[in-house]
């Protein structure tokens, strides 16, 4: 991490680490077996003989209540189509809500999933006790429900509960949206795009807001939604089962740490170059010191490096590890995460009980900062910027188009050197008709080769483009810091790069046994081999 800061601190607005995904899992403890369910039915609910209308009966009655709510509050209830996101059908009811401030339940999908249930059958052998069967826990298809809900405390959540006995529900939580809703309760202007804050007027508040993301405020609001919006239960039936509270268990979570960079830092093209790098040196052993933990011969889950592309371009860097792995990308240009994903906390010797999330911020946090190192190092390398193609591009100055820079145009490449050789680069400035005079005598040209119009319009296309400005309260050139460094990087291409190479592959190759001791003519000579031997490459 310190190694990151020292490297980019420059190039940073600020960076945070934050939880942002979370799954959570809410079990009834009363009903972890088959002896609580049929408890429940026969000595509380006073059923006889348990069967499968029975159970039915109960599913029924909570599907009637979700259609008869979600009409009564104006609430869409539909069935999911298949192969489209659910997220992307919800967002716009969900922006809406946001920007009216509107709380509370806003949209409600159906979905047949697996899930856990019983199974009920008649005995093999006839029993004494007439309404003796078998419950067995098992795995089927029934309906699911998807409460989209927004929060006023956590923000925009998901809460999804199971229809059938024992009516499992799972939330899904995201810290930025918390920290989101917290800021603006506060009263601090901040930017939040694509699950990510991009500016923010008081980073001490951002930090307090991350810190307020307690585990008893999310046990608080999902204990709330779940009874609000989960089965129903009588009075009777909740003493008699010791109140049918839920134990919540993280099934996934996700802690990252983000990085903010000025709009001007190009660390798009550093990233894909650092995601290139990361593949191969990226080893076992380096992911294995980074987690913390030994790497055996025998590892259950994963442990690999993955480089995927997303929708847009994007690319997304994997190293797992177990049931876990590091996740880096970046968006916008401008925003740089590290993630730790996490589906098995006790890979890290940590309970899954939500009172844990400290200690796994402090595990993760240490995990993050080791990742950053390696990063930094990746990143600390050659980006990739082409000059060439986007000095060609026209400007547009008002309502004229001025023409882009061309390395072939001969006439911009002696502009540029007399610029830099002869008008002293940045410290002295030339009048027109003195850089026209300097440029004719270098090159030897007529007077009609290089008119004065000419070099006015080359000098415009220069201005435009920010190589050249004009010295104050005169009719003086001179070139700019950032054009006399594309100058020179230009000219040197073109006379000791792009000409040379050109000469010796296609016009005339100079005898290598008989070459001057130059290190410059070696160095074109070992190009000269690298194009055969890529040429005999390709061909084959």
């Known amino acids: ?104 339940l806003y949209y409600c999908m159906m979905s047949q999933e697996q899930g856990p249930s019983f199974r009920i059958f008649e005995p093999k052998y006839a029993s004494a006790d007439k309404n003796y069967s078998i419950l067995k826990a098992q795995r089927s298809l029934y309906r699911h429900y998807y409460f989209y809900i927004y929060d006023e405390i956590i923000g925009a959540m998901l809460m999804r509960v199971g229809s059938y006995f024992p009516f499992q529900v799972t939330a899904y939580l995201n810290g930025h949206e918390f920290i989101a809703r917290e800021l603006t309760r506060k009263g601090v202007a901040f930017t939040q795009c694509d699950n990510a804050i991009q500016s923010v007027e008081d980073v001490d508040a951002l930090n307090a807001a991350i810190n307020a993301f307690s585990p008893t405020l999310i046990e608080d609001r999902i204990d709330y939604w779940s009874f609000h919006l989960g089965p129903k239960f009588s009075s009777k039936e909740r003493k008699a089962c010791g109140g049918l509270h839920r134990f919540w268990s993280i099934q996934q979570i996700e802690y990252c740490l983000n990085f903010i960079f000025k709009a001007n830092r190009p660390i798009r093209r ?47 860097f994997r190293a797992y590890w177990k049931h876990s792995f590091l996740k880096a990308y970046e968006k916008g240009r401008t925003f740089l995460r590290l993630e730790v994903v996490c589906n098995n906390l006790k890979d ?20 993050l900062d080791r990742f950053a190192g390696t990063k930094a190092e990746h990143l600390n390398v050659h980006g990739h910027f082409d000059l060439i193609a986007k000095i ?24 540029m050197e007399v610029l830099l050789r002869r008008a002293g680069g940045g410290f002295g400035s030339w009048k027109t008709k003195e850089l026209r005079a300097a440029i004719l005598d270098t090159f030897g040209l007529k007077p009609s080769a290089y008119t004065l119009n000419q070099i006015r319009y080359d000098l415009r296309k220069l201005k435009a483009h920010g190589m050249i400005e004009r010295t104050a309260k005169t009719y003086s050139y001179r070139l700019t810091e950032q054009g006399q460094r594309t100058a ?53």
Not at 397 to 402: L, M, N, R
Not at 501 to 524: G, L, N, W
């Open 392 to 415: 060609a591009v026209p400007r547009q100055k008002g309502k004229t188009k001025i023409a882009g820079i061309k390395l072939e145009n001969q006439r911009m490449m002696r502009l």
């Open 488 to 540: 020179l990087l230009l000219t040197l291409f073109a006379r000791r790069v792009y000409g040379p190479i050109c000469a010796s592959v296609i016009q005339h190759r100079p005898d290598p046994q008989y070459a001057p001791k130059s290190r410059f003519e070696k160095a074109y000579q070992k190009v000269d081999n690298s194009v055969d031997e890529l040429i005999e490459a390709l061909a084959a």
């Open 270 to 316: 550093l990233f894909e170059r650092a995601c290139e790098l990361s593949l191969y040196l990226l080893c076992a052993d380096r992911i294995g010191q980074i987690f913390a933990q030994p790497v055996r011969r025998r590892v259950k889950g994963k442990l690999q490096n993955v480089l995927e592309r997303m929708k847009g371009g994007m690319h997304v």
């Open 1 to 104: 991490m310190q190694l990151f800061l020292k490297l980019f601190g420059p190039w940073l607005q600020f960076y945070y680490f934050c939880f942002d995904r979370i799954v959570v899992n809410g079990y009834q403890r009363f009903f972890f077996n088959e002896s609580g369910v049929v408890y429940f039915f026969r000595d509380v609910c006073g059923v006889a003989k348990i069967t499968k209308e029975v159970v039915k009966k109960r599913t029924d009655d909570y599907n009637q209540w979700v259609a008869s709510y979600c009409s009564n509050h104006q609430v869409p209830l539909e069935w999911a189509e298949k192969g489209a996101r659910k997220e992307d059908v919800v967002r716009p009811t969900l922006q809406q809500r946001k920007a009216k401030a509107h709380f509370g």
């Open 348 to 367: 890290f010797g940590l309970k899954k009980e939500l009172c844990e999330m400290p200690a796994v911020a402090t595990c993760f946090k240490a995990i």
